[in-house]
């Protein structure tokens, strides 16, 4: 799902930054060089440190999962929930109906953070959602689009 964040954040011409495992790992493998050199190696200790550090540093965090009123179905999509609430950052939750024109006015509220917003794009495994890359190569194109 982040590499298709990631693909169109490219495409379109957003900055990308954040953090990703201690083992430059994601649950298809090792990170492809042309993602992970725009990611910086997280080396705190605990569960999900590299979530938790993402979420630190973002203004907003949207959550792309299949069907919005089962975001914490995934144990990885609890994990952000947990963690962008006791962070207080804004969440929003969506999913391939989302109104794409509302999460865009969504993320032009979004406060700064260090200067530019920074939005958080993350949702379940591949492995376990086959189309969420597509939904979120096509969220994030459109956000930049009508944002």
């Known amino acids: ?77 609890s994990a952000v929930l947990t963690a962008a609430r006791a962070a207080k950052v804004p969440l929003q939750v969506v999913d391939p109906a989302s109104n794409v024109e509302h999460v865009a006015g969504w993320v032009r509220q979004l406060p700064r953070s260090s200067g530019s917003v920074r939005l958080l794009v993350t949702g379940p495994r591949g492995t376990r959602w086959h189309t969420g890359e597509a939904t979120a190569r096509r969220l994030v194109s459109a956000i930049t689009i009508t944002g």
């Open 1 to 77: 799902m982040e590499r298709g964040a990631h693909r169109a954040a490219l495409a379109t011409g957003l900055t990308i930054a954040g953090f990703m495992s201690v083992d430059q790992r994601d649950e298809m493998g090792p990170i492809p060089s042309e993602v992970a050199s725009r990611l910086t190696t997280c080396f705190d200790r605990g569960p999900r440190p590299a979530v938790r550090a993402n979420v630190a540093i973002a203004s907003g965090v949207l959550l792309v999962v299949p069907d919005a009123s089962e975001a914490s179905k995934y144990t990885a999509m």
